[in-house]
T-cell receptor
Framework: GAVVSQHPSRVICKSGTSVKIECRSLDFQATTMFWYRQFPKKSLMLMATSNEGSKATYEQGVEKDKFLINHASLTLSTLTVTSAHPEDSSFYIC?????????????FGPGTRLTVL | KNEVEQSPQNLTAQEGEFITINCSYSVGISALHWLQQHPGGGIVSLFMLSSGKKKHGRLIATINIQEKHSSLHITASHPRDSAVYICAVSPGNTPLVFGKGTRLSVIA
């Protein structure tokens, strides 16, 4: 099946720094990627929809200036958590969707655990 | 009320038992997904189905579109099946709507 990778898998940073998380589709072109956030023992919550070549669409309550999303190519989307604070500590997961290739299934990355000290 | 409801929330089973996890949804969908999340957090897509039944190894997923209900069955359960199982629905070309998950523990 299709593979989606995320990097890094785990990151610890100081409060006030920015952290970039990469999501890559390894063997298919992803026209749409989604970014999710998951708090401990909670369900996944959609943060934003990232479409290649256009601006991301953010869900209500998600600060677009804090969570910068760039989908510059068909295989890469990045999420940058700017000026991170401890409350941003969470598990971030991306998924990729490929309509052009005939897939209508989402493929998930392994996730990135962010800890802000 | 959540658009996707899963039951049970928690399930403990003895190794070898037959397990059923249920999912009900209230919205129109183009597909339903069953996902598995291990303690480390990574998510694996088990099934995507829009009708009928699918089988992969010891896992079976069924869906009844008219009743807006799906079940995930695990036959001959094993401790390595311990994980959170998540039902998610796809209302067309839009992001998935997730259930809260079912935490399964299989004891040897």
């Amino acid at each position: 099946g299709a593979v989606v990778s995320q990097h890094p898998s785990r990151v610890i940073c100081k409060s006030g720094t920015s952290v970039k998380i990469e999501c890559r589709s390894l063997d298919f072109q992803a026209t749409t990627m989604f970014w999710y956030r998951q708090f401990p023992k909670k369900s996944l919550m959609l943060m934003a929809t990232s479409n290649e070549g256009s601006k991301a669409t953010y869900e209500q309550g998600v600060e677009k200036d804090k969570f910068l999303i760039n989908h510059a190519s068909l295989t890469l989307s990045t999420l940058t958590v700017t000026s991170a604070h401890p409350e941003d500590s969470s598990f971030y997961i991306c998924s990729a969707y490929d309509w052009a290739g005939g897939y209508n299934e989402q493929f998930f990355g392994p996730g990135t655990r962010l800890t802000v000290l | 009320k959540n658009e996707v409801e899963q039951s049970p929330q928690n399930l403990t089973a003895q190794e070898g038992e037959f397990i059923t996890i249920n999912c009900s949804y209230s919205v129109g969908i183009s597909a339903l997904h069953w996902l598995q999340q291990h303690p480390g957090g990574g998510i694996v897509s088990l099934f995507m189905l829009s009708s009928g039944k699918k089988k992969h190894g010891r896992l079976i997923a069924t869906i009844n579109i008219q009743e807006k209900h799906s079940s995930l069955h695990i036959t001959a359960s094993h401790p390595r099946d311990s994980a959170v199982y998540i039902c998610a629905v796809s209302p067309g070309n839009t992001p998935l709507v997730f259930g809260k998950g079912t935490r399964l523990s299989v004891i040897a």
